[in-house]
Nanobody, 114 residues
């Protein structure tokens, strides 16, 4: 069973930055990888994805603020988040995209608050 381990979340002030990391327990070369988030009371949404060849796609709410990176050797996927706002508060998860096929990890909590 593939394991996903997210880290890097925390409490940050509005306008701040965080970098999330995800370690995947198998080779990710064959997959488009993405970052999802789920805020309380909301469905989980895909916010960013990156193909193995480097093509990226972002949700409208994060475009220009978030950047997704991946390392196909280390099997890691990172999400650089800048200009954070309270609306970005959520639990963040990584998985394949746009269809998640791996069992979800625990996620990492991001809280944006003054």
């Amino acid at each position: 069973q593939v394991q996903l381990e997210e880290s890097g979340g925390g409490l940050v002030q509005p306008g701040g930055s965080l970098r999330l990391s995800c370690i995947v327990s198998r080779n990710i070369n064959d997959y488009t990888m993405g970052w999802y988030r789920q805020a309380p009371g909301n469905q989980r949404e895909l916010v960013a994805r990156r193909t193995s060849s480097g093509i990226t796609n972002y949700g409208d709410s994060v475009k220009g603020r978030f950047s997704i990176y991946r390392d196909n050797v280390k099997n890691t996927v990172d999400l650089q988040m800048n200009s954070l706002s309270p609306q970005d508060t959520a639990v963040y998860y990584c998985n394949t995209a746009p269809t998640p096929v791996f069992t979800w990890g625990q996620g990492t909590q991001v809280t944006v608050s003054a």
